[in-house]
C-alpha cells in the first residue's frame, strides 16, 4: 500500500497515474514540467482534469511532486535568489492545479557563503512562497540531503533553525531520503542507530511532520557526504536498514517512494518487489487496513493572485 516510484510525465502530466499502476505502485511522485528548465507551459485544465480522474480510478494512495533541480533557495546571489521563489511560486501553483498536496523540495546550496546565511535564506525564500500563496493546499517538504559540497538540509539541526525562523512554521513538511540520511553520517542499519537517528530528527522537528521517504540505498559508505542512489539492497545500506523502516510501525502509512536507478525497464519493479519481500508481520497485516492519506479533489481550486516574491 506504501509503495511507489517516481514515474515519467513524458506526453503529458496525465499519463502519470496509469504509468504507476502498470508498475504496481500506490503512490507516486512527479515532476510537474522539466526538472532541467526553468519555465514551462502551464498545466492546461483539461490536462489536470485527466490526471485527477485518472488518479482517481485506480487504486492510488497519494502523490507528490518534486520541484526542478535548478531552483536553490538558499543562493546567494540576488538574481538566483529571486529566480529561485518565482520559480518555487510556479511549482505551487502547478501541484494546486493538479491537486498534489506535497512539494518535495532540496533546501540549496549556500555557495560558500556560509550555513548560516544560507539557512536564512532558505527561510526568507520559504516565507515568500507562503505569502504568496496564502490559501494553497500544497505544502513544501524539504528534503534532506547527503551534504554534498555546499549543499544544506543534511543535519536535522539545519531543518530546525529553518522552522524558528518561519512564519508559517506549520506549513512545512519533510522528506527523508534513505541514501540522503546515510550518506550523511546518519545510521540505519544497526538497531541502536537507527533509534537514534528517528530519536534526533524527533527532537529537531517532530515525526508528525514527515511527509514520505525516499527509499534508495547508497553506493557510497556512513558519512561519506555523496550522494549517489543505488538499488534496494545492492548498496551500502543493505537489505537489514531497510527490514527495519518498512515494519516500522511508526510509518506504516508514509508513503514510501523509489528514486533508483532506472537502468533497465523493470528496475522499479524489480525494486518495489523488493520492498515487499521485507514486509512482514504486523506490518503486513496493517497494509491490509490502511485508508486512503488522500482523494484529489474533482476540480482545481482558485489560484491566488501572483505575487512579486521581494527579498527582505
Known amino acids: 500500500m506504501r509503495f511507489g516510484a517516481h514515474v515519467s510525465i513524458a506526453g503529458s502530466v496525465a499519463e502519470a497515474p496509469g ?4 508498475l504496481g505502485c500506490r503512490t507516486l511522485q512527479i515532476f510537474t514540467k522539466n526538472a532541467r528548465q526553468w519555465k514551462a507551459r502551464p498545466i492546461g485544465p483539461e490536462d489536470a482534469e485527466r490526471f485527477r480522474a485518472a488518479f482517481a480510478e485506480g487504486p492510488l494512495w497519494s502523490v507528490v511532486a518534486h520541484n526542478t533541480y535548478l531552483i536553490n533557495m538558499a543562493d546567494p546571489r540576488q538574481p538566483g535568489w529571486e529566480k529561485s521563489v518565482e520559480a518555487m511560486i510556479d511549482e505551487v501553483d502547478r501541484c494546486e492545479a493538479l491537486g498534489v498536496p506535497y512539494l518535495v523540495a532540496h533546501p540549496g546550496a549556500h ?8 539557512l536564512k535564506r532558505i527561510a526568507e525564500a520559504l516565507d515568500a512562497v507562503h505569502e504568496a500563496r496564502p490559501k494553497a493546499i500544497c505544502n513544501i517538504a ?5 551534504g554534498q559540497g555546499t549543499a544544506l538540509g543534511w543535519r536535522f539541526e539545519h531543518f530546525s533553525e529553518i522552522l524558528s525562523l518561519l512564519k508559517a512554521s506549520e506549513r512545512l513538511a519533510f522528506c527523508l531520503d534513505t541514501c540522503h540520511l546515510f550518506a550523511a553520517g546518519y545510521d540505519l542499519i544497526e538497531k541502536d542507530g537507527y533509534e537514534a537517528t528517528m530519536k534526533a530528527f524527533d527532537e529537531a522537528v517532530g515525526l508528525e511532520r514527515l511527509a514520505l521517504w525516499h527509499m534508495n540505498d547508497s553506493k557510497k559508505g556512513l558519512g561519506s557526504r555523496v550522494d549517489r542512489h543505488a538499488h534496494i539492497g545492492r548498496g551500502a545500506l543493505g537489505l537489514k536498514g531497510f527490514r ?3 515494519n516500522d510501525e511508526r510509518f506504516f502509512s508514509t508513503p514510501m517512494i523509489l528514486e533508483t536507478p532506472k537502468d533497465e525497464p523493470d528496475d522499479d519493479t524489480m525494486n518495489l518487489a523488493t520492498l515487499r519481500r521485507l514486509v512482514t508481520g504486523k506490518a503486513r497485516k496493517a497494509s491490509k487496513t490502511l485508508t486512503p492519506r488522500q482523494a484529489l479533489p474533482t476540480k482545481a481550486k482558485p489560484k491566488a493572485k501572483k505575487k512579486a516574491a521581494k527579498r527582505r
Request: glycine share 16%; hydrophobic share 35%; net charge negative.
Open 244 to 246: 527495519r523502516l518498512v
Open 111 to 118: 555557495r560558500d557563503s556560509g550555513e548560516s546565511a544560507g
Open 19 to 22: 504509468r504507476g499502476l502498470e
Open 142 to 146: 524539504l528534503e534532506v540531503t547527503a
